[in-house]
């Protein structure tokens, strides 16, 4: 029998787990947006939803499966992705259309397993980005998160923990010393990430970790902050069921993705009123 069920999202500043308060981090640049922030920014142009032909739409393939995903909007009847499928722990950056009320499909070998509804969509041409993955490390069914990046003048890393599975995960970040560039070994110190959070980085070099329960790196990924209004994610990805025999090694294991794109739509906004995604999923 089939269930519905509905999960809310909120844009931007609220995506972190720490609101209104600066993060005291020891990697140099390295910042929580807050809500103390928000008189930075211009206010919100609002614009007709009829005159608006496409927003950006980030989509990262966090749903552990070989087959990859196909996008459809139930709306204009519009594929999204392209011919292939969006491949497991690949991110594409597209103009969509897309308006309030629209319902994206999400398909594996032409099987829908979950409806992601826009609802409460931003007037302003931010970009905005979705993250499928597996409700449960057992159910074919997806569960999203959702996030709508801030229009400014500083470089955005969002934070994902779009992992299904009882491995103990944390991400870390860190600078890249000139002798690990040379091959040498890093001294720099390494801080957390805190999962389902927005950081703003110094341009640089820098290395992301993904450690397990044992503080042993697991996954590492490079990341090259190139200057203000560059985005970026981070996911810790991977489905892990329980064991059912000796010797059992899961197909898709915990790892780290970075994703970067430096689109920007040069506008400096400022977040008035929060922006409410609701996705439907299938369990």
């Known amino acids: 029998m089939t269930a519905w069920h509905v999960a809310s999202f909120f844009l931007a500043v609220h995506f972190g787990a720490v609101v209104g308060t600066q993060i005291d981090l020891r990697v140099k640049g390295v910042r929580s947006f807050s809500d103390t922030q928000k008189a930075e920014f211009a206010?919100?142009?609002?614009?007709d939803m009829n005159s608006v032909h496409g927003r950006s739409l980030w989509i990262c393939n966090a749903y552990a499966h070989p087959s990859g995903l196909h996008v459809y909007n139930l709306g204009t009847q519009q594929r999204i992705?392209?011919?292939e499928p969006l491949a497991y722990k690949g991110c594409m950056d597209k103009s969509v259309e897309l308006r309030d009320g629209d319902k994206l499909d999400f398909r594996s070998n032409r099987r829908s397993v979950g409806i992601f509804r826009a609802r409460g969509l931003p007037q302003s041409q931010v970009s905005l980005l979705l993250i499928?993955?597996?409700r449960?490390?057992?159910?074919?069914?997806?569960?999203f998160d959702s996030h709508a990046f801030l229009e400014r003048d500083a470089s955005q890393v969002v934070v994902v923990d779009a992992y299904r599975g009882s491995k103990v995960g944390k991400v870390k970040i860190q600078e890249t010393s000139i002798d690990q560039a040379k091959?040498?070994?890093n001294s720099q110190q390494a801080e957390d990430l805190q999962f389902k959070s927005v950081v703003s980085v110094n341009p640089g070099q820098y290395q992301i970790l993904l450690q397990n329960a044992s503080?042993?790196?697991?996954?590492s990924a490079n990341l090259k902050i190139d200057g203000a209004s560059s985005k970026y994610v981070v996911m810790r990805v991977g489905?892990?069921?329980?064991a059912r025999r000796p010797g059992y090694k899961p197909a898709f294991p915990q790892e780290l993705v970075v994703y970067t794109s430096q689109k920007s739509a040069g506008l400096a906004l400022q977040l008035h009123c929060l922006v409410l995604f609701s996705a439907l999923a299938l369990s």
Not at 43 to 47: G, K, Y
Not at 136 to 143: D, E, F, T
Not at 215 to 219: A, P, Y
Not at 239 to 242: A, D, L, N, R, S
């Open 43 to 47: 206010p919100i142009v609002l614009r």
């Open 132 to 134: 499928p993955y597996r």
């Open 183 to 185: 091959g040498g070994n």
């Open 81 to 83: 992705t392209d011919d």
């Open 136 to 143: 449960r490390p057992s159910s074919i069914g997806a569960s």
């Open 215 to 219: 503080d042993t790196s697991v996954s």
């Open 239 to 242: 489905c892990e069921p329980k």
